[in-house]
């Protein structure tokens, strides 16, 4: 239990306060943006990759989780078989867990991440315009919707957490 607390203490995610125990740390700016920025690092090196790969059936699953997660309606699942499913073809197994790891790390801040998409859930690009993206097959593209995407949502989530405090 000590090592355990001691690794969650080293990520930033617990606070050990002396002679009173072990605290949840507060979310900071910062996290939020290292999340999103770490996300889209290797969205960025992978989508190219992936692209060629993708199948017409990896578009329908695609297409089927944008209206879900685009309508603010989606689990942590949903988020982790989305980005799965658009980055996975792309052969780099190591590169895929980290994605993952970063989406299971930012379920301190999911229930703001659920306001916030039903809040810009029509601003562009949407979900869906990024799976659009993908399916021209265009990697310029696709690059451009995947930064613009998750740079609308991650100033977004930003203010959400200045202008309230919210904690897990």
């Known amino acids: 239990l000590r090592e355990?607390?001691?690794?969650?203490?080293?990520?930033?995610?617990?606070t050990s306060l002396p002679y009173r125990?072990?605290?949840?740390?507060?979310?900071?700016?910062?996290?939020?943006?290292?999340?999103?920025a770490a996300s889209v690092a290797l969205g960025l090196i992978m989508l190219p990759a992936a692209l060629p790969r993708l199948l017409p059936e990896?578009?329908?699953?695609?297409?089927a989780l944008a209206v879900k997660l685009d309508g603010g309606d989606a689990t942590q699942?949903?988020?982790?078989?989305?980005y799965t499913t658009v980055l996975q073809p792309a052969g780099m197994p190591w590169l895929l867990d980290m994605v993952r790891k970063i989406i299971i790390r930012g379920i301190r801040f999911y229930p703001v991440t659920q306001a916030n998409r039903r809040a810009l859930q029509h601003v562009k690009p949407t979900r869906m315009d990024l799976?659009?993206?993908?399916?021209?097959?265009?990697?310029?593209?696709a690059k451009r919707a995947f930064t613009d995407y998750h740079r609308i949502r991650c100033e977004g989530l930003v203010k959400a957490h200045t202008q309230r405090e919210w904690q897990p």
């Open 77 to 82: 699942e949903d988020v982790l078989s989305f």
């Open 58 to 63: 990896d578009f329908e699953k695609l297409t």
């Open 4 to 14: 355990a607390l001691r690794r969650l203490e080293a990520e930033g995610l617990v």
């Open 21 to 36: 125990g072990t605290i949840v740390s507060h979310i900071t700016e910062l996290e939020i943006r290292e999340c999103f």
């Open 131 to 141: 799976v659009e993206a993908c399916r021209s097959g265009d990697a310029e593209l």
